[in-house]
C-alpha cells in the first residue's frame, strides 16, 4: 500500500483526528445554550482552540534537521461562572449564620400572622 501523506490545514484536520469535528461542534452546542439559558449575562462565551507542534530533531546525519513533528490539538470553552446574589450573614465566634426566613435580608422578622394574639 502506498504512503498517502496529505498537508494539515483547517479543512484537513478531520481526516487526521475524526473526533476534532464533533468535539468542535459540541463546544459550540455549549456556547448556545448557555447563550439561551443565560440571556442577560453580557460576558463574552469564548472557545479557544489551540495546535500544538514540536519539532522531532534528526542528528542521524550529524546535521541537526526537522523532518517531522508531533501535532496535539486543543479545544476549550469559557462559560462565565455561575453566581448568586450576595447574601447578607452575621458572623461571631462561632461561625457565619444568615437568617432562614428570609435569607435576602439579615434583620428582616416574620409578620405576626397565625399566633392567635389578633
Known amino acids: 500500500m502506498k504512503l498517502e501523506l496529505k498537508s494539515l490545514s483547517l479543512e484537513t484536520i478531520g481526516e487526521m483526528e475524526p473526533k ?3 468535539l468542535i461542534q459540541n ?3 455549549q456556547i448556545a445554550t448557555d ?3 443565560r ?3 453580557k460576558k463574552p462565551r469564548k ?10 530533531p534528526d542528528t542521524s546525519n550529524g546535521i541537526v ?3 517531522s513533528a508531533r501535532v496535539t490539538f486543543k479545544a476549550k470553552p469559557t462559560l462565565p ?11 461571631t465566634k462561632a461561625g457565619i449564620r444568615f437568617n432562614a426566613q428570609c435569607p435576602e435580608s439579615l434583620d ?3 409578620l405576626p400572622y397565625g399566633d392567635g394574639d389578633n
Request: aromatic share 10%.
Open 81 to 91: 461562572q455561575y453566581a448568586t446574589i450576595d447574601f447578607p450573614c452575621d458572623v
Open 108 to 110: 428582616q422578622t416574620t
Open 65 to 67: 534537521s526537522c523532518d
Open 47 to 56: 472557545l479557544t482552540m489551540e495546535l500544538s507542534f514540536v519539532p522531532v
Open 20 to 22: 476534532i469535528p464533533a
Open 39 to 41: 440571556p442577560t449575562d
Open 27 to 29: 463546544l459550540i452546542q
Open 35 to 37: 447563550l439561551w439559558n
